[in-house]
């Protein structure tokens, strides 16, 4: 869903990372189940959800990125 | 030594025969040479994924492969953005926003023909509702899905 979310719209960056071969990557992000899916730091989910979730998951991290405390994207 | 068996590359000329109908660019930014490279820059499955990415760009003359080295092409990659080495970037009008970091293996196949499909086609795998909330979002976002070969 990330790489068709990407396919319509330039703002969406989707990477499919294959963790066993970044073992810095899964530590840094603290993958301990996957699939997990980060949003620009600010939203994280392990598992696959339904693709309205995964929508609201975009949309939620809109939202907090909008926030003035929010760290970078 | 083939990565793909003569079963699997008959199988896949044939899907790409019926599925692919534009020309989809793929840009593979790894090691090509066994030059040294800086500490931690070392990429222990660029060989494999290398040889994967030629022997599927064999199988049809409408996946257009672009072969990049981290190092030595340096300076052509400025802009490019790349977070580990291999990256599978697929690019197409002037975007290059998809990508797959390691080598595609195990269940992570199907998602790489996957992608080249649906790009060649211009198909998009959620709804119509779906997609035009999608295209509604306004802020830069980057989404990363962690995934294991099995």
Redesign the interface.
Known sequence: ??????????????????????PK??QD?Q?MG???????GVVEFVGAVP??T??SH??A??EK??SPSAPP? | MPVLSDKDKEYLRDTFRKDLVNDVRVILVSRLSDEPSAPGAECHYCPQTNELFQEVASLSDKIKLELYDAVADKDKLQGLDVDDLPAIIFARDGERNIRFYGIPAGNEFPNVLEALTHLSKGENALSPQAQEEVRKIDRDLHVRVFVTPT
């Not at chain 1, 990330?2 to 071969?21: G, K, T, W, Y």
């Open positions: 869903m990330a790489h068709a979310a990407a396919m319509l719209n330039p703002r969406i960056r989707a990477d499919v990372v294959e963790i066993s071969e970044f990557m899964a992000y993958v996957v699939p997990k899916t980060v949003i620009s693709e309205s995964f929508v975009l949309k991290a809109v990125l909008k994207g």
